[in-house]
């Protein structure tokens, strides 16, 4: 895994697989936002299946589609998160640039 510490609490990094989540847990964070939606290439880890073993290791995550542009309610959404999930919180899609758009929405 590839993290990029964007503040004290947030950091974004590229997909996620089930097997990377103890080392999610082990670096500290509590809270996980996946950017990415399900089957935008082959291979890659369903929301679902991250999801399922991120909460049984006690992580909070939630998932944020972004396929374009962000819309209002992804913004939305992603705020929401923010205020409610525990902190340090990892984001990631493909490469971390999504999640990192979606954080970068709260200085707006």
Request: glycine content about 10%; proline content about 7%; hydrophobic content about 35%.
């Amino acid at each position: 895994m590839n993290v990029t510490k964007i503040s004290p609490d947030f950091a974004t990094t590229g997909q996620i697989t089930p097997d990377q989540v103890k080392t999610v847990v082990d670096a500290g964070y509590k809270s996980i936002i996946c950017a990415r939606p399900d089957n935008e290439e082959g291979g890659q880890p369903a929301y679902d299946d991250v999801a399922r073993v991120a909460e049984a290791a006690g992580l909070k995550i939630v998932h944020i589609p972004v396929s374009g542009p962000l819309g209002e309610g992804q913004i939305i959404r992603f705020h929401d998160a923010w205020a409610n999930l525990p902190k340090p919180m990892l984001g990631y899609c493909r490469s971390g640039m999504r999640a990192g758009s979606l954080y970068a929405t709260l200085s707006k």
